[in-house]
């Protein structure tokens, strides 16, 4: 008889994180970028808001865009970003 996983599969190791269970779920869902990915992809940043790298990375830092450093790499979330480019748009 094959032994059913579903326990196994239901009850994942979290216990290595430091992240809060609520917010756990939000971080598995949430979609990153690197600063390359976010230029293609939102060529606005670069043409109509004259934002650099350094200038996604101070957004991060201060906490206005949701993201995560890994050594040298950068991702930011896609939904933080938007929702800082709608904010901007309608700042004007």
Avoid at 16 to 27: F, M, T
Avoid at 53 to 74: A, F, Q, R, W
């Amino acid at each position: 008889m094959e032994q059913n996983n579903y326990l196994d599969d239901m009850l994942l190791d979290f216990s290595n994180n430091s992240i809060p269970l609520e917010n756990k779920e939000q971080l598995l869902k949430m979609e990153f970028l690197t600063i390359e990915q976010i230029f293609d992809q939102f060529p606005e940043i670069r043409t109509e808001f004259n934002w650099s790298k350094e200038d996604l990375e101070m957004l991060l830092e201060s906490k206005l865009l949701l993201g995560k450093v890994e050594k040298t790499n950068v991702f930011i979330s896609k939904s933080s970003l938007k929702q800082l480019i709608e904010y901007r748009n309608n700042v004007k």
